[in-house]
């Protein structure tokens, strides 16, 4: 699945259904499992793929409350910060507080 992803990064599909399928798909196939399997590395193709497909601005519960912590760039680096969490303890820091901003929102 992970290839597909990769070879669908360099097609330039704008429909709405290819597009959302894309990142439907990125989450749970590349993102989580590069979790727990720590031989899939998220290549720069995966962030090209969430540059040129994902929504452009946070998601909304409603017209004035985005929530940021779960857009894909940011999901995109858990897998970083589980691996080497000393190197990224400040993004951690930071994605955690910005997570306790959004968890009301998502009540």
């Not at 709405?16 to 993102?31: D, G, N, Y």
Request: glycine share 0%.
């Amino acid at each position: 699945m992970a290839y597909l992803l990769n070879a669908a990064a360099l097609q330039n599909w704008r429909e709405s259904f290819e597009s959302e399928l894309l990142i439907t798909l990125c989450v749970p196939v590349q993102i989580l499992e590069s979790v727990v399997n720590p031989k899939i590395q998220l290549n720069s193709w995966l962030w090209k793929l969430i540059e040129t497909y994902a929504p452009p601005r946070p998601f909304k519960c409603d017209e004035d409350s985005p929530i940021h912590s779960i857009q894909l760039q940011g999901l995109a680096k858990i897998p970083d910060f589980i691996r080497d969490p000393e190197q990224h303890l400040f993004e951690i820091q930071s994605a955690y507080q910005q997570m306790r901003a959004d968890a009301p929102k998502l009540r």
